[in-house]
């Protein structure tokens, strides 16, 4: 699997039972503290293994920093913060670069391992399949507000634990549920990487808005104005995949293009697998919503209702 598929990594195969998962991210600061600047961008690199069913086990630092601005202190913060979650995760790491920048970016080059026959794609969900989320939304929302000093620290406290939160355990059960298809949610937002499935599977999926989780304070700070930048890209350019919506709330909508950071997975079961999937979530404190289907190819990518 290469690019073409626009999946969350790339996978090759090197022996008839074993699959080598590659992927990488590097992210700017979302908090000030470095330690947990750290723990956020190991996170969010490991996902996309996770996201593939497989499971990380080395990775390499990749590192932008400005020696002449910030102390050295602040880049042992941030690499020691990355190393106890890849310690969480069972992942070694065997390396990195650093290159002297004038912006600070942060994040990981990740090596998973999948049997060939066990991958969880983006672009296999069936018309049938329910959906559930394992996170909910709002990172991108609250870290802009951090920024500006208008976070709350419940909201603020809430995106940590999130961004922090591995999804180890969900991707774990969603193998034994047999998942049909997987993707985690990050910078294109719920919406966009949506889109993707749908698209590349041919069809057409609803989410119900009632049922999509927000993070604590999310529409005040959206009324406040603290949405990012990436916010309104996503919704110009997912917005045409959208079905028409009668009465819609365009303020309301903006969540849902959010762009995560660390975000949980979207996952497509079959409705037996499915239930067995958020009874044995619930039993194991494993985040999850139900929050739509998948349908047979409509007019559209996707269907709000």
């Known amino acids: ?16 039972t074993c699959a080598l998962v590659e992927t990488a991210d590097i992210i700017t600061p979302l908090v000030d503290d470095p330690f947990t600047f750290g723990r956020i961008a190991a996170a969010n690199a490991v996902s996309d293994v996770y996201a593939m069913g497989g499971r990380p086990v080395s990775a390499m630092n990749l590192v932008f920093f ?21 310690q969480e995760a069972g992942v070694c790491l065997v390396g990195g670069h650093t290159v002297e920048d004038d912006e600070l970016k942060y994040g990981l080059s990740v090596t998973g391992l999948i049997a060939p026959d066990e991958i969880i794609r983006n672009s296999t969900a069936r018309p049938g399949n329910l959906l559930i989320l394992t996170k909910p939304l709002g ?42 298809a997987a993707t985690d949610v990050t910078g294109f937002g719920l919406i966009g990487h949506a889109a993707e499935m749908a698209n590349g599977a041919g069809v057409t999926i609803q989410l119900n ?23 309104y890209r996503n919704r110009d350019h997912y917005l045409p995949l959208l079905a028409p919506i009668v009465n819609s709330d365009a303020i309301a909508l903006l969540p849902l293009f959010d762009p995560q950071t ?26 999850a919503r139900r929050i739509g289907e998948v349908l047979t190819r409509q007019s559209h990518a996707i269907e709000l209702i």
């Open 1 to 16: 699997m290469g690019p073409e598929t626009s999946d969350d990594a790339g996978v090759y195969r090197i022996s008839p």
């Open 66 to 86: 400005p020696a002449c601005s910030l102390p050295a202190e602040i880049l042992r913060e941030i690499l020691a913060g990355g190393q106890s979650v890849l």
């Open 139 to 180: 990172t991108g929302i609250i870290s802009t507000a951090i920024k500006g000093e208008m976070a709350t620290e419940e909201s603020s406290q809430a995106a940590i634990r999130w961004m922090t939160t591995l999804n180890r355990e969900a991707a774990g059960l969603m193998r034994l549920c047999n998942a049909c």
């Open 209 to 231: 808005l009632s049922s999509i989780p927000l993070m604590p304070g999310i529409s005040e700070l959206v009324a406040d104005g603290m949405v990012p930048a990436g916010c």
């Open 262 to 287: 660390s975000g949980g997975l979207l996952i497509a079961l079959e409705p037996d697998d499915a239930r067995r999937f958020m009874v044995e979530a619930d039993r194991a404190g494993i985040f």
